[in-house]
């Protein structure tokens, strides 16, 4: 199989786009993840530094609310601490519309796909007050940055980002035998949570070779690891557990407790082969279908080895197997990429996403989400979106994705393309016969357009 442009677009990029020329190469592509990241600053997305800000200023005003309980200072900061809260819902559905800017003008959609693929992997989201809505800025600070670099440099960056350790409860585990454990109260249990997941989901994968034991181990070893106002990270020796802990055999710590440490296990499993495999096969999955071509997770993984988790290499590997080029598309856009793709296909201009208000961009973007089976920023659990594409293709979902086809498109623009060129644009060579009949035989543009959206030609990858 050979490079192939338009299912470049399709299956590694955002879409076909009418304005934006699709890649010239494999090295074209890759080129764009180490160029400057333009449609970030085009598209600003706020940074979890800023977003902590956000979160400083509430906790700010809750204290002046607890020690002036009943005065008029206390109800000021209560109403202070709406207001922040409502600027802070507005502005998770204004990032969403940056998101989906970025997907409609991209010109390296390569970096958008595989932001959102490491994001996932890495799922984090925040549950309660002016965190809940931390999840883009833990993406724009976490993930974004290093795509391109090292596997281990991504893990640590993730892992011991506030946002994890507040999702996955770290901030509450406590080594049974530490100084704070001692003194007593709530907080004095081992809280197995983020061990689990960073051996489970983040490296080494379900069935891999580890052990209760192991994670337990792991579990005692983070300890320590919590944040403190506003959310940054920080190490704290009291919560510790004293001693050293072994995983998979080797054995770290037994000095002062120091975070080190945890960095050094981490490394050592984003290095270890299990990880390698478990990071192969997701990507193959994910780009080429549910049951990936063995060669082409093996050719990853050796790779992945080869280069100890460089992660620009891995996607060199990915991208230059013949398995990446088979015309056949098995996979299944998830929500977001639908929404996305169909914007780009439309070449949606840019104001007519940042001029929509809250209330509306929920109810043609958030809410549609949501009746495709993907809650904005809202994960059922730290595994994140399913890979599986019966996920996707569940009658409810479908039905979603045809009524959000045939009416937002007509609302985000005035005019829209002639449904018989517009397949053409959309599709390029993977127009059907059936898809074309319908966009010719269209009473109006917006189901002409509608149809193509909701084609099963355009569904799939």
């Given at each position: 199989m050979?490079?192939d442009?338009?299912?470049?677009?399709?299956?590694?990029?955002c879409?076909l786009?009418?304005?934006v020329?699709?890649p010239?190469s494999?090295d074209?592509?890759?080129?764009?993840?180490?160029?400057t990241?333009?449609?970030?600053s085009?598209?600003?997305?706020?940074t979890?530094?800023d977003?902590?800000k956000?979160?400083?200023?509430a906790?700010?005003?809750q204290?002046?609310r607890?020690?002036?309980r009943?005065s008029?200072?206390?109800l000021?900061?209560?109403?202070?601490?709406r207001?922040?809260?409502?600027e802070?819902?507005?502005?998770q559905?204004?990032w969403?519309?940056?998101?989906?800017?970025r997907?409609?003008s991209?010109?390296?959609?390569l970096r958008?796909?595989?932001?959102?693929?490491?994001?996932?992997?890495?799922?984090?989201?925040?549950?309660?007050?002016?965190?809940r809505?931390a999840?883009?800025?833990y993406m724009?600070?976490a993930?974004?940055?290093h795509i391109?670099?090292?596997?281990?440099?991504l893990?640590v960056?993730?892992?011991l980002?506030?946002?994890m350790?507040?999702y996955l409860?770290?901030?509450?585990?406590?080594?049974?035998?530490?100084?704070r454990?001692?003194?007593?109260?709530?907080?004095?249990g081992l809280?197995e949570?983020?061990a689990r997941?960073v051996l489970?989901?983040?490296?080494?994968g379900?069935?891999?070779?580890y052990?209760?034991t192991?994670?337990?181990?792991?579990?005692?070893?983070?300890?320590?690891v919590?944040?403190?106002?506003p959310?940054?990270?920080?190490?704290?020796?009291?919560?510790a557990?004293?001693?050293?802990?072994t995983?998979?055999?080797?054995?770290?710590?037994g000095?002062p407790?120091?975070?080190?440490?945890?960095?050094?296990?981490?490394?050592?499993?984003?290095?270890?082969?299990a990880?390698?495999?478990?990071i192969?096969?997701?990507?193959?999955m994910?780009?080429?279908?549910?049951?990936p071509?063995?060669?082409l997770?093996n050719?990853?993984?050796v790779?992945f080895?080869e280069?100890?988790?460089?992660?620009?290499a891995v996607?060199d590997?990915?991208l230059?197997?013949p398995?990446a080029?088979?015309p056949?598309?098995?996979?299944v856009k998830?929500?977001?990429?639908?929404?996305?793709?169909?914007?780009?296909a439309?070449g949606?201009p840019?104001?007519?996403?940042?001029?929509?208000?809250?209330?509306?961009?929920?109810?043609?973007?958030?809410?549609?989400?949501?009746?495709?089976?993907?809650?904005?920023?809202?994960?059922?659990?730290?595994?994140?979106?399913?890979?599986e594409d019966?996920?996707?293709i569940?009658?409810?979902?479908?039905?979603a994705?045809?009524?959000?086809?045939?009416?937002?498109?007509q609302?985000l623009?005035?005019?829209l393309?002639d449904?018989?060129?517009f397949?053409?644009n959309?599709?390029g060579?993977?127009t059907?016969?059936?898809?074309?009949?319908?966009?010719?035989?269209a009473?109006?543009?917006?189901d002409?357009?509608g149809l193509?959206l909701?084609?099963p030609?355009?569904?799939?990858?």
């Amino acid at each position: 199989m050979r490079f192939d442009p338009q299912l470049a677009e399709i299956r590694f990029g955002c879409g076909l786009s009418p304005s934006v020329a699709a890649p010239k190469s494999v090295d074209q592509m890759l080129r764009t993840l180490s160029d400057t990241d333009a449609i970030a600053s085009r598209f600003p997305i706020e940074t979890f530094d800023d977003f902590q800000k956000r979160i400083a200023y509430a906790q700010s005003l809750q204290k002046i609310r607890k020690k002036n309980r009943g005065s008029p200072e206390a109800l000021a900061a209560k109403k202070g601490r709406r207001v922040l809260n409502k600027e802070a819902r507005i502005a998770q559905a204004s990032w969403l519309g940056q998101h989906l800017n970025r997907w409609v003008s991209t010109e390296a959609p390569l970096r958008e796909r595989m932001t959102v693929f490491w994001a996932d992997h890495f799922t984090a989201a925040g549950k309660a007050g002016q965190v809940r809505r931390a999840a883009s800025p833990y993406m724009e600070s976490a993930i974004r940055p290093h795509i391109n670099g090292t596997f281990e440099d991504l893990l640590v960056a993730a892992v011991l980002h506030p946002l994890m350790i507040h999702y996955l409860d770290q901030n509450r585990s406590v080594g049974a035998s530490s100084e704070r454990a001692a003194r007593g109260g709530r907080l004095s249990g081992l809280n197995e949570n983020l061990a689990r997941e960073v051996l489970e989901l983040h490296t080494l994968g379900v069935g891999a070779p580890y052990t209760q034991t192991d994670v337990t181990e792991l579990a005692e070893l983070l300890t320590g690891v919590t944040y403190a106002p506003p959310m940054r990270l920080k190490f704290r020796k009291d919560y510790a557990e004293p001693g050293a802990e072994t995983v998979l055999g080797k054995s770290y710590g037994g000095g002062p407790a120091h975070i080190r440490d945890v960095v050094a296990v981490m490394r050592d499993l984003a290095h270890h082969p299990a990880t390698a495999h478990h990071i192969a096969w997701k990507l193959a999955m994910h780009f080429t279908s549910d049951t990936p071509d063995p060669d082409l997770i093996n050719a990853l993984k050796v790779r992945f080895i080869e280069t100890g988790g460089d992660l620009s290499a891995v996607y060199d590997a990915l991208l230059k197997h013949p398995a990446a080029w088979v015309p056949q598309r098995s996979n299944v856009k998830p929500a977001f990429h639908f929404m996305g793709s169909a914007m780009r296909a439309l070449g949606v201009p840019d104001p007519a996403i940042t001029s929509l208000d809250e209330k509306t961009a929920r109810r043609l973007f958030v809410a549609p989400l949501r009746e495709m089976g993907h809650i904005w920023e809202k994960p059922d659990g730290p595994d994140g979106l399913p890979e599986e594409d019966a996920a996707w293709i569940a009658p409810q979902g479908i039905a979603a994705r045809l009524q959000w086809s045939i009416t937002v498109p007509q609302l985000l623009m005035k005019d829209l393309p002639d449904p018989r060129e517009f397949v053409h644009n959309a599709l390029g060579e993977f127009t059907t016969p059936a898809v074309e009949f319908a966009a010719n035989a269209a009473e109006t543009r917006w189901d002409g357009v509608g149809l193509v959206l909701a084609s099963p030609a355009f569904q799939r990858t």
